[in-house]
Each structure stands twice: as structure tokens, then as C-alpha cells.
């Protein structure tokens, strides 16, 4: 089965190694060496999978994958990193992560790992297009049109983590998954006013899209486009 994959990754020596591997075996390569150019082209391409290095120059790669999927970017993510410790891997999986391999890797093992979420991919129908806001893993900030709102870490990845799946309602602690360590005690309180600081950025850039709180269980954006 040919695919379509994009590869972030910085290091020049070893996306030479990944992307040769990639095209012997039949697939089409994407490449990207910085987040921000990964944003730029992988937002727009039509992926099966995206192999992304997490230690970026310009950016965290979990930053980038969130940024992309709340752009509508929907192709499985495979993190690359030399980070193994559990919580780094649970960061990777809350961040939107499917599949994380460490260096130094087989390429073989990585080449299936690929091809799985490859398979993955084609079986999954697309998601309606709710995307109208616009997020930089590199800068932290939220665009809509011509107008920018900076964002804390914290708030980009709550935002990032609700506007991956809009009309979808994303349960609180996947949210708080995103956007703190495995296993930092974060209190109600200090969800709710962060979830307040949002609203508040995203009326201050005219966004059309709005975060609905769903009591009892999470958060969904809506857009005047999508069902309610």
C-alpha cells in the first residue's frame, strides 16, 4: 500500500535515512526540517501518516502535532524522540500521538510502525472541516484572519486539545491530560479560569467558533457551520 507521509525532523543525517527508506518502499515523502514549516506544509497535504520528532529547533513536536490536528490535519502522528521516560511517552499520547518510537530505532520496525497506522488511516473517514482558527506551536498564539492573541502554553494546548475535534465534546481530564504533566494535581478552579481566559481570546480575535462547556463531562467548540 503506498502512502502519502510527511517527516519532521531536524537532524539532516537521519530524515535522509527515514526519507530513503520511506521512498524504497513505494511511499510519497513530505518533508519538513522546523515545526513552523511543518505547519506550513503539512496543514494543506493530503497525509496517511506524519513521523514527527518531538525535539524541534523552533518548536515542542507535541506542539506542532496538536496545532496541525486543530487545523484539520487528521493523519495518525508517530513521534520520534530520544525522550523514553513514561512521561514523556504519556505527554506524546495526550498531545494527539498514535504510535512513539525512540532513537536510536530499526528502521525496519519504524517503517512497520508506518505502515500500521498507514492502514489506520485509510480506514477512518474524514472528519467534517470545523478548522476557522489558526494556532503557532513556535509563537504560542491563537489567529483568526488578520487578528493574533498570544496564549500561554497551558492555554494553546487546552485549546489545541478541544479544537483538534470540533462539535466533539473532549472530556475535561483528556483536556488537562493535554495541557499538564502526567500526573500534576490541577485543581477545578484552575481549569475554569483558564477555560474563562480562553473565551476571552477568542472574542478578542472575532473568532466565529465558541467553547461550549458540556457539565459533567468536557468542552466542544462550536462553529455556526457545525451542528450543535
Known amino acids: 500500500m503506498e502512502l502519502t507521509v510527511g517527516v519532521c525532523e531536524d537532524d539532516p543525517a537521519l530524515r535522509r535515512v527515514v526519507r530513503q527508506a520511506l521512498e524504497r518502499a513505494g511511499h510519497e515523502v513530505v518533508v519538513a526540517h522546523t515545526g513552523a514549516e511543518a505547519m506550513r506544509v503539512f496543514g494543506d497535504s493530503d497525509l496517511d501518516v506524519v513521523v514527527m520528532d518531538i525535539g524541534l529547533p523552533d518548536a515542542d513536536g507535541r506542539d506542532v502535532c ?83 492573541t498570544l496564549l500561554s502554553p497551558t492555554e494553546f494546548r487546552m485549546l489545541a486539545a478541544i479544537a483538534a475535534r470540533p462539535g466533539e465534546v473532549v472530556r475535561r481530564r483528556a483536556v488537562i491530560g493535554a495541557a499538564w504533566p502526567d500526573g500534576a494535581a490541577v485543581s477545578d478552579n484552575t481549569v475554569d479560569s483558564l477555560m474563562r481566559r480562553l473565551r476571552s481570546k477568542l472574542a478578542e480575535v472575532d473568532c466565529p467558533a465558541t467553547i461550549e462547556t458540556v457539565r459533567g463531562v468536557g468542552y466542544r467548540i462550536l462553529h455556526p457551520e457545525l451542528p450543535g
Request: hydrophobic share 45%; no cysteine.
Open 66 to 148: 496538536q496545532a496541525l490536528q486543530a487545523s484539520g490535519q487528521d493523519a495518525p502522528v508517530l513521534f520520534l524522540t530520544a525522550l523514553d521516560a513514561m512521561h514523556h511517552r504519556l505527554a506524546g499520547f495526550n498531545a494527539g500521538g498514535d504510535d512513539y518510537v525512540t532513537k536510536p530505532f530499526d528502521v525496519k520496525e519504524l517503517m512497520a510502525r508506518i505502515a500500521v497506522l498507514g492502514r489506520r488511516s485509510r480506514q477512518t473517514a474524514p472528519r467534517p472541516d470545523g478548522a476557522v482558527l489558526e494556532l503557532d506551536a513556535a509563537a504560542h498564539t491563537l489567529r483568526v484572519a488578520d487578528r493574533e
